[in-house]
């Protein structure tokens, strides 16, 4: 099966920062990623789709990258609203699509 | 409004049963593929079923696959996924999807909690 592997799986970093996080697939998957954004106690928001394409409404200081197996998401100035984890998604083949997220602190 | 809201959830014993369902409004409800993930406490998602926007074409993921049955009944706008012979590996919040473009998910549920314990 298809794996989906995130880093780092926790990151802390002050507002202002620019962030990066990492999501490598186990095979080439084209661009069919997606970011979402889970805040605590709520259900996960879609952020990105076709790996660097930003759904509507979504503040622009998010951007994805890559294609192929690797992949970026890039907070260009983090916010103190950024404080979730972010978990990556394969559209690509089921059933294991999700990474398995990282935690941005704020500093 | 567009939204999905999950119910049915709760405590279960271990070989028990639960209907889980979703309710969809806002929305041309039979236009869309729907999807079941799960997250288990203090960890990360974990995909589990889809059914076709008809109905006539289900999938299960090897953890649940012979347990569980995904169906809907979009006359009524309502998803549902039947748990049978429940584990306490089950015990997650579980959220019920739409299905946007290509496998993305545009919308979520807020989750509705099950609880496998005896």
């Known amino acids: 099966d298809l794996q989906m592997t995130q880093s780092p799986s926790t990151l802390s970093a002050a507002v202002g920062d620019r962030v990066t996080i990492t999501c490598r697939a186990s095979?080439?998957?084209?661009?069919?990623l997606a970011w979402y954004q889970q805040r605590p106690g709520e259900a996960p928001k879609l952020l990105i789709y076709?790996?660097?394409s930003l759904r509507s409404g979504v503040p622009s200081r998010f951007s994805g990258s890559g294609s192929g197996t690797d992949f970026t998401l890039t907070i260009s100035s983090l916010q103190p609203e950024d404080s979730a984890t972010y978990y990556c998604?394969?559209?690509?083949?089921?059933?294991?699509?999700f990474g398995g997220g990282t935690k941005v602190e704020i500093k | 409004e567009v939204q999905l809201v999950e119910s049915g959830g709760g405590l279960v014993q271990p070989g028990g049963s639960l209907r889980l369902s979703c309710s969809g409004s806002?929305?041309?409800?039979?236009?869309?593929?729907l999807h079941w993930v799960r997250q288990a406490p203090v960890r990360g998602l974990e995909y589990v079923s889809a059914?076709?926007?008809?109905?006539?074409?289900?999938y299960y993921a090897d953890s649940v696959r012979g347990r569980f049955t995904i169906s809907r009944d979009n006359s009524k706008n309502t998803l549902y996924l039947q748990m049978t012979n429940l584990r306490a590996e089950d015990t997650a919040v579980y959220y019920c999807?739409?299905?946007?473009?290509?496998?993305?998910?545009?919308?979520w549920g807020r989750g509705t909690l099950v609880t496998v314990s005896s």
């Open positions: 806002g929305f041309t409800f039979s236009d869309y593929g």
């Open positions: 076709t790996a660097s």
């Open positions: 095979q080439g998957i084209s661009s069919w």
């Open positions: 998604q394969q559209a690509n083949s089921f059933p294991e699509i």
């Open positions: 059914i076709s926007t008809k109905g006539d074409g289900t």
């Open positions: 999807l739409r299905e946007w473009l290509h496998w993305y998910f545009d919308l």
